[in-house]
Each structure stands twice: as C-alpha cells, then as structure tokens.
C-alpha cells in the first residue's frame, strides 16, 4: 500500500520567553503550509519557548500537554487540520528538559526528549542518564537506554530526533528496529552574530574570501550523507534549524532539507548568513511511502 505525506519545514526567528510571539510565527508558517495543502509542519528545536538555558526560556517550563505553549500548539492544529511539531522547554518534577512536541488537530500529542544536552544547555536536564569520555564534551547514551517515542502520521512510523541526539552511537540502526520510516531532526543553536555578515560587506567585490565563504554556505545543508542512508534504508527524512539573532548569545542560521524514501532531494533550505535576510523561512514537499 502507498501512502503520502503532504509536510512543510519552517525555520522560525524564536525569541527567548516569547512564547506568545512564537507561537504567532509557528502559526503563521502553519497558514502558509495549509495554504498549498500540507498535513504535517515541522519547527526547530525549542521553536515555541526559545533556544537556551536563558532565565527567561527556564520559565516557559511547562507539564506535557499543560501549558500555553501545548494550548497554542493544539490550537493551531485544530484551526489549519494539520499535525504540528514544535520544541519547548518540559517541566519534569524537578528537571527542565529540552523536548518537542508533536501535537494532532484532536488534541492528542507526542512529545520526544533530548538525550544529550550539551554544556552550554545547562541546567537544562538531559533526559537520560549519560557517561563521558574524552571524545566528546557531550555526554554519550548508555546502550539500549535510548528512549523515543514514535508516532504514526497517516500510518507512517515517525520518530522526531533533536539535535545533539544525531550523535547517539548507531543512530539509524536503532530507529530502523523500532520501525521508524520518516526521521525528523530539529536544531537550535547554529552560531553568534559574529558568525554572520551584512549584505554591505557581501557586495564588496573586494571581499572575496567572504563571497566564497558565502558560496559555501549556501551549497551546504547538513547533515550530508542522508541522500544515500534514505535510498539505501527505505526511510524518509527532514531537517530545519532556527534562524535569526535571538537578541542574546546566538544568532541562528537557518537551514533544512526534506528527502523522499528513494533518496530524492525534494526541497533544501540553505543556510542563511545575511543579517538583513534572517527571516521565517518555510519548505514544502510530498514524501511517498510503501507500507
């Protein structure tokens, strides 16, 4: 049996503790996907609280399913019929996790937690324990204490990873045994401002390392390799990041990607370095799957 997947990526300049405002940006990317006929909208990491351990992102914490930012989520699912998924900082007993929720037109919601919390994302919890080595500052998962949680969308086995997540040891593997047939990685922190450039400084003829620096970035859209791992797994898979300066420490860059089961490239989103371009920036695409 042959499915389809109607879906959009939306890269969205989160504010830290602007749950209002961000939640008004995911509603808008979810008006624009619904416009041309998508059933699932896909936001960054921590989209509706913002990205970081900032005072004001730990306040925004909030229960699974209770909340503002799970109400505004739900709200937006039933108002454009659509699954919609978007990252928030999770009340869990004494804990702050980074998770993300998926929540459906009906109310109902999935919500996956981020294993591997980095240093700079404390006191924020990781949602398992880790052991360290010298690899890595990240802490790594012991084996088989991965926990995710898939969901179905139209039938199709989906599993939301969140950023450092990507690096748990034999990643793909392990989703492929719980049956996972659509990954989704979302990603926050890309950068600072001192990564990114004018467009003043772009049309310098003059500058010529910025303009391959710039050339390069916009042919890249990580993670690579995902092309082959789809054609070669069955699976499909999509990306985006947050975008834009959050008024604070970083200042996001923005990209993603959505690829078919065959491996087809369907829609990239590039980076996007340009201050002045740093904007809500959406993707469409239908994925195909054989059940």
């Not at 389809?4 to 979810?30: F, H, R, W, Y």
């Not at 008006?31 to 921590?46: Q, W």
């Amino acid at each position: 049996m042959q499915t389809s997947l109607k879906m959009a990526i939306a890269s969205v300049p989160s504010l830290p503790g602007d749950v209002e405002g961000n939640l008004n940006k995911i509603e808008q990317a979810a008006r624009e996907a619904a416009r041309v006929g998508c059933e699932f909208l896909l936001t960054p990491e921590m989209s509706a609280s913002g990205y970081g351990s900032y005072p004001e992102v730990l306040k925004t914490a909030e229960r699974a399913g209770d909340g503002p930012i799970y109400r505004g989520l739900a709200k937006i699912a039933s108002a454009y019929g659509m699954a919609v998924a978007a990252g928030f900082a999770e009340l869990d007993g004494d804990r702050r996790l980074i998770s993300h929720y998926c929540v459906f037109p009906d109310g109902r919601f999935n919500v996956t937690r981020k294993h591997r919390v980095t240093p700079a994302e404390f006191p924020l919890s990781p949602a398992v324990r880790l052991y360290y080595d010298d690899t890595e500052e990240i802490g790594h998962v012991y084996e088989g204490e991965e926990k995710f949680n898939v969901f179905t969308v139209k039938g199709i086995p989906c599993a939301i990873v969140i950023c450092a997540d990507w690096g748990i040891k034999n990643l793909l593997d392990k989703l492929q045994r719980l049956g996972v047939r659509f990954i989704m990685l979302v990603t926050g922190a890309g950068g600072t401002k001192d990564d990114r450039y004018s467009l003043e400084a772009l049309r310098d003829p003059k500058n010529t390392v910025l303009r391959e620096k710039y050339l390069k970035e916009m042919g890249h859209c990580a993670p690579d390799g995902m092309l082959f791992e789809c054609m070669d797994r069955n699976m499909a898979f999509a990306c985006c990041n947050l975008i834009g300066d959050d008024g604070k420490k970083y200042c996001h860059g923005g990209s993603g990607k959505i690829v078919n089961c065959d491996g087809e490239l369907l829609y990239t989103m590039p980076g996007i370095p340009v201050i002045e371009k740093m904007r809500t920036t959406c993707g469409f695409a239908e994925l195909k799957f054989e059940l």
